[in-house]
């Protein structure tokens, strides 16, 4: 399955633990939870649970995630990566 493939079904959550699904699925507006210290902590477009109950709790849709979906956001992101590629 490709990521297009996901992108198709129109998911109501895509959730992971550190994976770079999070920052491929917001490009395109659907809703991103990551668990603990990730890549994306520091940005806005995917929510990042920092306790269990939390992340659980989205993912039963007891509570909803916060996602920025400013492309600038995730533009930001790979800039900040490629800077960093260069150290």
Do not use: W
């Not at 109501?12 to 917001?26: H, N, P």
Request: net charge positive; glycine share 4%; proline share 3%.
């Amino acid at each position: 399955v490709s990521n297009l493939n996901v992108i198709q079904l129109k998911p109501d959550l895509i959730a992971t633990a550190r994976g770079t699904v999070c920052l491929e699925m917001a490009y395109f507006g659907i809703p991103t939870v990551a668990l603990f210290d990730n890549l994306y902590t520091r940005f806005s477009f995917t929510h990042t649970c920092f306790d269990k109950a939390t992340y659980f709790a989205i993912l039963k849709g007891e509570q909803h995630p916060v996602n920025n979906y400013d492309k600038r956001n995730i533009y930001s992101f790979y800039y900040h990566y490629f800077q960093l590629s260069f150290i």
